[in-house]
């Protein structure tokens, strides 16, 4: 696991900010593969150095967001996928309890496509 919340996470504010340390936790403790890093000013979660998923607040609403990386493979009624051909987003209230199976379902599925050799690693 990376080092302690960097700057990203501290200058949001609350509710925004608990959700996405949460969201962060969730992420984290779903494979000991996962590593944290920073792409294009936001965390970015890798699975054995592959980009997987980030996390990031929407522009209009405010809202944290999970990004899938590989969203086109993942059928779930709350991802949406917008004008996007690859990634797909799943949007959290943060005013609200997160949908936990929700999400570790979506990030375990998403997981799958990169151990099952869906999604190619360079080992």
């Known amino acids: 696991m990376s080092a302690a919340p960097d700057n990203y996470y501290l200058n949001k504010e609350e509710p925004n900010k608990s959700c996405l340390l949460a969201l962060r936790s969730?992420?984290?403790a779903q494979d000991a593969n996962i590593t944290e890093t920073r792409k294009w000013g936001m965390p970015c979660f890798c699975f054995k150095k592959k980009m997987f998923c980030y996390l990031w607040t929407d522009k209009k609403t405010g809202e944290p967001y999970m990004?899938?990386?590989e969203g086109?493979?993942?059928d779930h009624p709350r991802l949406e996928e917008g004008d996007r051909s690859r990634m797909k987003v799943f949007?959290?209230?943060p005013n609200k309890d997160l949908p936990?199976?929700?999400i570790k379902?979506?990030?375990q599925k998403?997981?799958?496509l990169y151990r099952n050799g869906t999604i190619k690693i360079k080992e």
Do not use: P, S
Request: aromatic share 4%; net charge positive; no cysteine.
């Open 26 to 28: 969730i992420i984290l």
């Open 67 to 69: 990004l899938m990386v």
């Open 72 to 74: 086109k493979y993942l």
């Open 91 to 93: 949007r959290i209230n």
């Open 100 to 102: 936990l199976k929700t």
């Open 105 to 107: 379902g979506i990030l």
């Open 110 to 112: 998403a997981l799958d």
